[in-house]
């Protein structure tokens, strides 16, 4: 078994207590992992609170900052392939998917790089004479950072290179499902030269580390990526420390398709929507709202595609669907299905788990037209996807908001006047048109409703790491009149 460890004030270390972590392809156990617990959530908290104030990072100039974060940029692409095959064995997402996503993790890191001297203040041109006002940008303070194990490197990107640029220190907790890849990227850290405590990266369960990390007094941000449920408890918790939140939560997101969309292109896009990382995404394009003239041939193009798609060992270059992460998704994804199909939808394909070892679960279409189905409702977080018709506009943007999410959203058209209509109506904080699931990370993401609050990706993600000071000089050498004396 591979055994690793987690990183606080510069130094690896076994923590606490150890589990171990099981291969989803195997469903057999091939790591030993570090718990921490409450006594290491003080210790790196700690760590991130001295390094923010007193050590060598509170020294730096934004250039230098930007100068390390191109460093650890140069080393996430020289060990991406390394990288990639730790997520894929610890979590089942194909190799092909992480080897792309991992390298491209490299350019987020390049692009807080450059922004970091580029926070800039401001001078206001105040309405009182013989003073001068400035704003200063300062890090925000010690960030907790908890991210799940979907995509684990990019959804920490996403969040510490931010902050980094923004001059913040953090804690981040790897998810205890598949916490290795990230476990493992702390030795970048380490190797790109960083202060010692100003990136700390632990793993461990909810109660033991997560609950003792967002309520930590000296905490002044927690940035979370996962489900609405686990975030209720970190808003909670955030009451003791009165820190800021920014939530990156699920999604029920709506793929519209119109009759004249290309039939071929939109088919392909759904695929990659749903059934990419075995639907695991929180942007995954999981309701499908096509029109009805042309829904039973995009359904017969659909079935096609998803029947083909090559299920198979995640390590394999030529597999397009692995397993699920955890035996219990896979568990939750069949008991959802079941009581879909109770209600009345109507199996289009898949839905059945073979047999052998691992967590997997096939591509999956359920018909849902005309029934109140729970697959419409509920996140899967898995490869299924749920269809519905409609006869008008109206309608198809009624059922596109007909969700307590608000994630991510898909438009297929080539009329374009309606295409912005959509745009303006879809109550999501991504809305693609005629494409799905791109990224960059010049271009923020978030939501709204029950997919969250806060936006990451772009500089709008810097500046949430920071906060304002006002700073007042007078600039008349005249005594200040005593305010007691009448004049």
């Not at 397009?320 to 299905?337: D, M, N, S």
């Amino acid at each position: 078994m591979q055994r690793f460890q987690y990183y606080i004030d510069g130094q690896f270390l076994d923590g606490e207590a150890r589990f171990p972590s099981v291969d989803p392809a195997t469903g057999k156990e091939w790591a030993d992992l570090p718990e921490a617990r409450e006594g290491d959530v003080d210790r790196a908290v700690n760590a991130a609170e001295q390094a923010l104030y007193n050590g060598a990072w509170s020294k730096m100039t934004a250039t230098q900052r930007g100068k390390l974060i191109y460093r650890l940029a140069d080393l996430v692409a020289a060990n991406a392939q390394k990288l990639a095959e730790l997520e894929t064995r610890d979590t089942g997402k194909i190799i092909r998917e992480t080897s792309a996503q991992i390298a491209y993790v490299a350019d987020y890191y390049r692009y807080y790089a450059g922004i970091a001297d580029k926070i800039e203040g401001s001078y206001l041109p105040i309405d009182k004479p013989d003073m001068d006002v400035w704003l200063r940008r300062e890090p925000i303070g010690v960030v907790a950072m908890v991210v799940p194990w979907n995509s684990q490197l990019f959804l920490s990107a996403v969040k510490i290179g931010p902050a980094l640029a923004a001059g913040c220190t953090m804690v981040v907790k790897a998810s205890e499902d598949g916490p290795a890849p990230l476990l493992e990227f702390a030795r970048l850290i380490h190797e790109a030269g960083f202060p010692a405590g100003v990136v700390n990266i632990i793993t461990g369960f909810g109660a033991s580390c997560g609950a003792a990390l967002s309520r930590h007094p000296k905490v002044a941000h927690v940035a979370f990526t996962g489900g609405p449920e686990t975030a209720r408890h970190i808003v909670r918790n955030s009451a003791e420390n009165l820190a800021s939140t920014s939530l990156e939560l699920g999604g029920k997101s709506p793929f519209i398709v119109f009759a004249d969309a290309d039939l071929e292109s939109a088919a392909n896009a759904q695929v990659a929507g749903i059934f990419a990382a075995t639907g695991q995404s929180c942007v995954a394009g999981s309701r499908l709202i096509v029109e009805r003239s042309i829904k039973d041939e995009f359904l017969t193009l659909l079935k096609g595609k998803a029947e083909a798609i090559r299920i198979g060992t995640p390590l394999d270059m030529a597999t397009e669907v692995g397993p699920l992460a955890t035996r219990r998704q896979q568990e939750h994804i069949a008991a959802l299905l079941d009581k879909s199909l109770q209600s009345g939808a109507r199996l289009v394909t898949g839905g059945h788990r073979p047999g052998g070892e691992g967590y997997y679960f096939p591509p999956t279409i359920l018909d849902c037209d005309g029934v109140n189905s729970p697959s419409l409702v509920n996140e899967f977080f898995g490869p299924v996807l749920s269809v519905v018709s409609f006869e008008t506009e109206s309608e198809a943007l009624a059922l596109a908001n007909d969700t307590q999410y608000g994630l991510a959203s898909g438009v297929f058209t080539q009329n374009l006047t309606r295409a912005h209509r959509l745009m303006k109506g879809i109550r999501a904080g991504i809305v693609w048109v005629n494409t799905y699931r791109a990224v960059s990370p010049i271009a923020p993401f978030g939501g709204f409703g029950l997919s969250g609050h806060g936006r990451e990706g772009g500089m709008a993600a810097a500046l949430d790491y920071t906060r304002t000071k006002t700073i007042w000089l007078r600039t008349s050498d005249d005594p200040i009149p005593d305010p007691f004396v009448m004049r």
